[in-house]
Structure formats: C-alpha cells, structure tokens
C-alpha cells in the first residue's frame, strides 16, 4: 500500500471541481488496497472581488465570457450529463431560499475549511467540502452568509463557537490568502488543480482512467 497526498485547490462554487472529486472518487475505489490517499483541500476564488451581496450567474457569466444565454444553458446541460456520469449532481432538489443561479463571494467558506482541516483533519474537512458543494448546487443556500456558514458547520457535526472564532480569525485569513498565492506561484489558474505529493500536478476534471494512471505513477516514484 502506498499512500500519497493530494491537495485540491477548488472553490465551492466550481461545478468542474464537483465533477473533479467524483472522477476522482472513482479512480481512488479502482486503487483500493493499492494506494490510499489522504485528500486536502485549498482555496481557490474563482471570483474573489464577487460583492457580499451576490450576483446572478447569468448576468456573471455574461459579462465575464460574454456568453449568450443559449450558449450558457447548453454548457450547463453538458455539465450536468457530465456530473452524473462521475456521481454527482448539479440539480437543484427542491426549493431553496435563495434565487437559482446565484454566485457568491467564498472567503468565508475558504477560511471554515481551513479551521476544519486544523481542527478535525482531512475526513471532517472533505466532509465539510460536499455539504457546501451540495449547499450550494442541490440546496440553493446563500453560501456567502456567515449565518449559513454556520449553520452548515454545525449540521456538519462541527462545533458552532469554534467555527465563529475562525470566521473571526485573522491569522487563520491571511493563511488562507497564502495558499491562494500559492495557487498562483504554481501557475494554477484554473480548477480544480490537484497536487500530488506536494510536486506532481493534475490540472482540471479528468476521466477516471486519467487519475488512475497518474497517481500510479506518482506511486512509482515514491517506491524508488
């Protein structure tokens, strides 16, 4: 058995890295009892200056890519066909309380998986990531609000004055900021990115197949 490290630089609000950790979740149950990794997860905002209050996608992607509306939906169809072929899902399921295709500002959400990686170690912070992945695609949750940050923790079994103070932590933000230095220092500019031991670098939402034969070769060298 060989165990290896991946750090994934992701943002929640990314449908690829959604689709990237279900690839990626495939390929990790074809190398059972071969390689065991333990997955961590860094901040990547994909728009970090976004307003507290939000933005429409539509609108965002708009004035971003100048896309047209058609042009928008069939890229979202295309991902979700894709997303469910890895596992996941982008559907909304039921009715949430925020207006659908929504975007938010994600440093809040960045600096809660930081203290739950701290605090409680990659299995709680992975666990963390899907809530806020599912919050956001499936739920519809103002994930840019501290009050639904919160109450996520919490649902998360984590502890809600804990996950206050990190909210209130600056040494913990600018942490937080230098991993996303870091991500730039890599030349990674886009995500999901997933470092391997810290030097082997997978870049965006690949077949199963991809990571299998990737990580086995990392695995290679780590025996030499």
């Known amino acids: 058995m060989t165990r290896l490290s991946i750090d994934i630089w992701s943002d929640v609000m990314c449908p690829w890295c959604l689709i990237g950790w279900g ?18 997860w860094r901040p990547f905002e994909l728009n970090p200056d976004m307003p507290p209050e939000g ?10 890519y100048g896309r ?5 939906r069939d ?3 295309r991902m979700r066909a894709i997303a469910r072929e890895a596992g996941v899902s982008l559907d909304y399921a039921g009715e949430g309380e925020a207006p659908p ?32 992945f599912r919050a956001h695609f499936n739920e519809r949750r103002r994930i840019g609000e501290r009050p639904v940050l919160l109450d996520i923790a919490e649902e998360c079994g984590q502890d809600r004055a804990g996950a206050a103070a990190a909210l209130d932590d600056e040494v913990l933000a ?15 500019t ?18 199963p197949e991809t990571y299998v034969a990737a990580l086995r070769r990392v695995a290679e060298r780590a025996q030499r």
């Open 174 to 188: 600018a942490r937080v900021r230098a991993e996303e230095r870091q991500a730039l220092d890599m030349n990674i």
């Open 190 to 207: 886009g995500v999901p990115a997933m470092v391997v031991e810290g030097r082997f670098l997978i870049p965006g939402a690949q077949q």
């Open 101 to 132: 295709g929504m975007m938010w500002n994600t440093f809040e959400a960045h600096r809660l998986l930081a203290w739950a990686l701290d605090s409680e170690g990659p299995a709680k912070q992975t666990a963390l990531k899907l809530v806020l």
């Open 55 to 64: 933005e429409d996608q539509q609108a965002h992607l708009r004035r971003k």
């Open 75 to 77: 890229t979202r169809e």
């Open 23 to 40: 690839q990626l979740s495939h390929a990790l149950a074809e190398l059972e009892g071969e390689i065991e990794a333990e997955v961590r």
């Open 68 to 72: 047209s509306e058609a042009e928008m």
